[in-house]
Every structure is written in C-alpha cells, then in structure tokens.
C-alpha cells in the first residue's frame, strides 16, 4: 500500500506534463485524459522497479498508448471525416489559468496540430518526443520497433514537413492580438470588406470542420477570399464570447442560446493569419460548455 500511495503521487507529479504530451500526440484534451488514465493503469499494475526517470518512464508509457491509438483510429478518421481539425482547449479569457490547464493549452498550437495530423503515427511519436520534449531516439526506437538511427530519420522526415508548412509565430501579446480579432468581428458586422482585408494577412487562410455527416470544406485562402467568406456568415444577432483558443485569441459564437462555432486565431504581425473554425455542435458543447454556460432561448 505505501509503494502504491508512493507510485501514485510520483504520477501526480507528473500529471500535466503528460497530459500535455498526450495532448500534442492526440489533438484531443479528452483523448488525452483518457491516454493519462491508461498510462496510470498500466504503470500501477507494473510498478516501478527499477526505474532510474521516472519523467522520461512515464512519458514512454504515455507515449505507448498514444501510439497504439492513433494508429486505431487513422483509417477511421480518414474515411469518416475527409477534413479534420484537432479538438482545441478552450479556456476563460480572464488572464488566470489553472496551472495544469494552462501547460496543455500552451503546449501547442492548431495549426502545429493540423500539420501532426498529416503525419503518419511512427513520425508523429518520434518528432513529439524527440523535438518538443527532448527524449532521446534510443528511448524512443523502441516504441516504434525501429533502431535509433531509423527513429532519427522519422524525426526528421516530421520536421521536414512542420517546416514546410510556413507556421508563423503569433505576436506575444494576447491583447494585442485581441484587439486585432474584435477589430475582425467589428468589420464583418458592419459590411466593411475593406476593412476586413486590411486587418488580414496577404496569405491567410480559414479552416472550417462541420463535423460527420458535412461534406467536408477545403481551406480558404487569401486575404479577399477570407473577408468575403466573414461577411457572408456574419450575423449581427449572434453572441461573440471572448475565450482562450489554445492559448491564444477566440470566441466561442452562440445564436439564440444554442452553440454555433468555436474560433481560433492566430495574429502575426498585426494581422490576422489564421482562423479555425468548428461548427459542429455536439462537439463544441464538448469543448466549450465548461467555459460558455448557455441556454437555449424557447
């Protein structure tokens, strides 16, 4: 029992460290929460013994589970969704944060998410560790049943591909960045295009995942292009809720007290670079209802 309790809070220790590792693996906070669970299982009926890190053992064994998952669910996924965007954490837009909840949704961003996705289950494993997290490739060859040199080369061909997607840093200043976001909205609802485009980078673009049943919509791309896709579904009766997407500006957008999209941006040098969007409902009551209560208008 004293081993167990002793087990137990050695986990705890390391609790958000692997939820965040699962997070970047998944693309899920629930996903996640369930992969931590497992790892718990697995390491309370193991033991420890013999363990020299305990940090880098139970990254392993988190790692492990992530693994066996995405590779039960790729050809899923493939087949049901065409187009997929990771489950965001959304959290309050109050500037305090839980310290467990703020490490997850600091650990990565959508766009780094969407280019993991494109990864296959081995390369996603191998960048993870190795680059986000620094374990060495002789902890990580064994887990893809690869020698360490052959885990290198998945690292590598990961990077090659997350480089090649032109991810920019977005401006450090939340505030800032919110105020390029409400600006956004402020131009959609009044119908200024012009506006609009101005507030946009030149290369933006806009995902949008309706969920299981929509056909699945290609990115948009372009300034003019993004600007015309707001204004058409702006609506001047929807409600904006300020949250945190991941760490950066959001909102959480309801109509008539029913959900009707999650928002993420990302703002790079002043303009807007990125907007994510989910839309279907069942999902964003998922992840959003803890932070925006609502209630459905009769």
Avoid at 68 to 87: I, Q, S, T, Y
Avoid at 221 to 238: E, I
Wanted: glycine fraction near 8%; proline fraction near 6%; aromatic fraction near 6%.
């Amino acid at each position: 029992m004293v081993e167990n309790e002793w087990l137990a809070e050695r986990f705890e220790e390391h609790r958000a460290h692997l939820r965040a590792v699962a997070y970047r693996m998944l693309g899920s906070p629930a996903e996640a929460d369930d992969a931590v669970q497992d790892a718990w299982l697995r390491v309370s009926r193991a033991g420890a013994d013999g363990v020299d890190d305990m940090g880098a053992w139970l990254t392993t064994i988190v790692a492990r589970v992530c693994l066996n998952a995405l590779r039960a669910r790729k050809a899923r996924r493939e087949e049901e969704f065409g187009v997929h965007l990771p489950d965001p954490v959304i959290t309050a837009d109050t500037g305090e944060q839980p310290e467990e909840q703020a490490l997850l949704a600091d650990s990565v961003g959508l766009a780094l998410l969407i280019v993991l996705d494109t990864l296959t289950p081995a390369e996603r494993l191998a960048f993870v560790l190795h680059d986000s997290f620094q374990l060495p490739f002789e902890d990580i060859a064994p887990l893809v049943e690869r020698t360490p040199a052959a885990a290198r080369q998945l690292a590598s061909r990961a990077r090659r591909r997350v480089q090649g997607a032109d991810l920019r840093a977005p401006d450090t200043d939340v505030r800032q960045q919110r105020t390029v976001v409400d600006a956004f909205f402020a131009a959609a609802r009044k119908g200024d295009f012009e506006g609009l485009v101005s507030l946009l980078d030149p290369d933006a673009v806009l995902r949008a995942d309706f969920g299981r049943g929509v056909a699945p919509t290609p990115p948009i791309r372009g300034a003019h292009a993004v600007a015309t896709s707001a204004l058409s579904g702006a609506d001047p009766a929807s409600v904006l809720h300020p949250v945190l997407v991941n760490g950066l500006p959001g909102v959480v957008v309801t109509l008539h007290g029913n959900y009707v999209a999650v928002l993420g941006f990302v703002v790079a040098g002043g303009r807007i670079r990125e907007i994510d969007g989910i839309g279907d409902v069942r999902r964003i009551r998922r992840i959003a209802a803890d932070v925006v209560k609502v209630s459905p208008v009769a």
